[in-house]
């Protein structure tokens, strides 16, 4: 009976993974190539957003519940706003993207299931790891020259949100364990519950019982672990029968070698995470500190909610990518790659007008202050160019995930974000005294912009040949024997133990 099972659900993906047509040589330029090219775009498009459709719906659906709760906290007060911003910006990532990925490409379904389990082991070590943050984030947040109330008030939220923070463990492994299987509907599904538990839970506490901003937090803590057990029940129930075979002693073998590449993707989306969350500590630094980070709170969020469709992309690409490399598609790793790209730009530049159109209604879900609006509006250019940047940048991050090159990635990143973004923004926001525009501007222009053109230029050089080759090399050596698993028997057979 499983072996049926194993084996309907084999075919279903076998679906997924077929070539986008067999290739020819036509002349270029002349109607049959223009045809295959459409077809193939088209055969690529509708595979990538069978990940990337139900993403948007699952992350807008998820950063919903921390706009939801944002927005209850500044309509208490600014100060209220600037503490549940900071100390909701405290921060993990893993292998699974890329081990994942490339084991379901390449039909070592049994090990999925042990991969997540070995992440659950690490990620739940660093949560101890950071939690010094979350304890001694008062103080912490006065050395670094925030405004004593809002420091203050920030370390009280900050205690709250320990539970949201080791969420976050499973969480996010679940997320990309039911993501490299293309049961991307499952998160959506999971995600909308958690955002009604998140609406309702907030409204209670802030509104009917009166908790203040602390309601707030506690309706953060629920609605998150909403979502881990959602999507636990849907895996442990069945759910998923060709890579999970329930708990295993095997997930605390080969955890120092696991450790090394999570703690690559960690970096490397760590160091972009913080950037901009630095953006928001500097910004605390400057004359009217509360207004300040209260506008670009708001920007930032604006630009977070829109940032789910790329980072959707991010998701879906990295799948793709690691699907097809996993595969040996080298060729159709590198298209899915153009499509994904082209696409996401598209979906940016429309964004990037609908800001400009409303730049003077953007900060009303938020706020009511005269002072905010209008700084909101001043920065309005800023966010458009920001959006448009991250339509491209969490792609070519996805491309770097799915082939396994989050270390280089993470160089990268320190040198474009920290080495020269950081400083340009201090000397234009500072020594040319041009506020919180010119720290957001230089650290936008000389850190993401950068480090978009390099990893275009990275990216654009690939062997993809050879990345498959050595994907489907990272698989042999990350895989073990599974008697029960029907796809590429012989040759798992002879893959060793990690």
């Given at each position: ?43 690529e ?5 069978l990940?990337v ?5 699952s ?6 519940m ?18 549940i ?8 990532a ?9 084991a ?5 379904y049994?090990?999925l ?19 010094p ?6 103080p912490?947040?006065k050395l670094?020259?925030?405004?004593d ?11 709250w949100?320990i539970?949201?923070h080791?969420s976050?463990?499973f ?17 959506a ?12 839970v ?17 309706s953060?803590?629920i ?21 999970w ?16 590449l ?13 950037y901009?969350?630095?953006?928001i ?6 004359k ?8 670009l ?13 790329p ?11 690691a ?11 590198k298209f ?12 940016g ?43 491209v ?17 993470a ?5 474009c ?11 234009m ?36 040949d ?5 994907a489907r090399s ?14 590429d028997s012989?040759?798992s ?6």
């Open positions: 009976m499983m072996r049926s099972v194993n084996r309907d659900a084999e075919e279903k993906n076998d679906s997924l993974r077929q070539p986008l047509l067999p290739e020819s040589s036509p002349e270029d330029g002349s109607p049959v190539q223009q045809n295959q090219l459409a077809t193939k775009v088209w055969i498009s509708k595979k990538l957003w990940i459709g139900p993403s948007i719906f992350r807008v659906a998820s950063f919903t921390n706009v939801v709760t944002q927005a209850f906290a500044g309509h208490l007060g600014d100060v209220q706003l600037a503490s911003s900071i100390a909701n910006t405290l921060g993990m893993s292998a699974l993207e890329t081990l994942c990925g490339q379901f490409g390449a039909k070592r049994h090990m299931g042990i991969y997540m389990q070995r992440s659950w082991i690490v990620l739940f070590m660093c949560c101890f790891l950071l939690l943050l979350y304890v001694f984030a008062s912490i947040l670094l020259g925030q405004p109330d809002v420091a203050a008030e920030s370390g009280v939220v900050a205690l949100l539970p949201l080791f976050f463990a969480q996010f492994p679940l997320q990309r364990f039911l993501q490299c299987q293309l049961k991307t509907y499952v998160i599904w999971v995600s909308l519950a958690g955002l009604v538990v998140n609406v309702l907030s409204w209670l506490l802030v509104y009917v019982w009166d908790v203040g901003v602390v309601g707030a937090a506690i953060l803590d609605s998150w672990w909403v979502l881990v057990f959602g999507m636990y029940a849907y895996v442990a129930c069945g759910g998923c029968p060709l890579t075979t329930g708990l295993s002693m095997e997930a605390f073998s080969g955890l120092l070698e696991f450790l090394k999570s703690a690559a993707s960690g970096v490397m989306l760590c160091l972009e995470n913080w901009y969350r630095i953006l500590l500097m910004t605390g630094h400057l009217n500190a509360t207004v300040a980070v209260d506008a709170s708001i920007c930032m969020t604006i630009n977070g909610w829109e940032m789910m469709i980072l959707a992309f991010f998701a879906g690409t990295g799948v793709r990518v699907n097809e490399l996993g595969a040996g598609n080298g060729k159709a790793a899915a790659t153009q499509v994904s790209v082209a696409e996401s730009t598209v979906i530049l429309f964004f990037c007008a609908v800001v400009m159109g409303f730049r003077e209604q953007l900060a009303y879900i938020f706020t009511s202050s005269s002072d905010v609006l209008e700084a909101v509006n001043g920065m309005a250019f800023l966010l458009a160019v920001t959006i448009l940047l991250n339509s940048q969490p792609v070519l991050s996805g491309v770097a995930v799915g082939s396994g090159w989050q270390a280089s990635v160089y990268i990143n320190l040198g974000y920290y080495i020269i973004g950081l400083p340009l923004g201090f000397l926001g500072w020594v040319f005294k041009l506020g919180v525009e010119g720290i957001w501007g230089g650290m936008i222009f000389g850190g993401t912009g950068i480090q978009t053109l390099v990893l275009l230029f990275i990216t654009a050089r690939r062997d993809w050879n990345e498959a080759k050595i990272r698989v042999n050596k990350w895989s073990t024997p599974n008697p029960n698993n029907t796809g012989t040759e057979s002879h893959s060793p133990r990690p």
